[in-house]
């Protein structure tokens, strides 16, 4: 009986992992082998190495890679928590045109993770990715407004802001 593709293809990993041939990976299988180890699925859970593999997929250039970096930063996931590095990580994203990574810088900018609070820019950020149709910038947007975070408090802009994330087909998730 042969085995299936999906079979060869895990001890594949498997065995790239265990000789050190992981710098022959692609990208792409770099960053599934550490969510395998970050989550302990089919691996033993293995934080250091998913970052380690989480970190050769960034330097290859793989967006996914240097998210999931940023995101390890920022929980302290498999190294030690720095915000800031992780606002690194998320604004090299944004520059390649994440959503979600524009999404995160503005809150961190919103609430001083990483960098200075600066609320102005956080709403501004906000705007820029709800422009690129970010269900959770919207909806943020919306409660800048309602609340008068960094514009003019406007009950009818918050509520036209929460309208149009409702309308989105669906929600992305969140990274934080």
Known sequence: MLASPELVH????????????????????????????????????????????????????????????????????????NAAQAATCFQQVADQGSTDAIFNLGMFNMHGIGVPQDVLKGVAIYQLAANQGHVHAIYNLGLCYLQGQGVSQSEARAVAQFQKGRTRDQMKPALI
């Open 10 to 81: 895990a001890c594949t990993l498997f065995v790239a992992v265990k000789f050190g041939t992981v710098l022959e990976l692609r990208p792409e299988e770099l960053c599934a082998l550490g969510d395998s180890y970050a989550a302990g699925k089919g691996e033993i859970k293995n934080e250091k190495l998913a970052v380690a593999l989480y970190q050769q997929a960034a330097h290859q250039g793989l967006t996914e890679g240097i998210l999931n970096l940023g995101l390890c930063y920022l929980v302290g996931t498999g190294v030690e928590k």
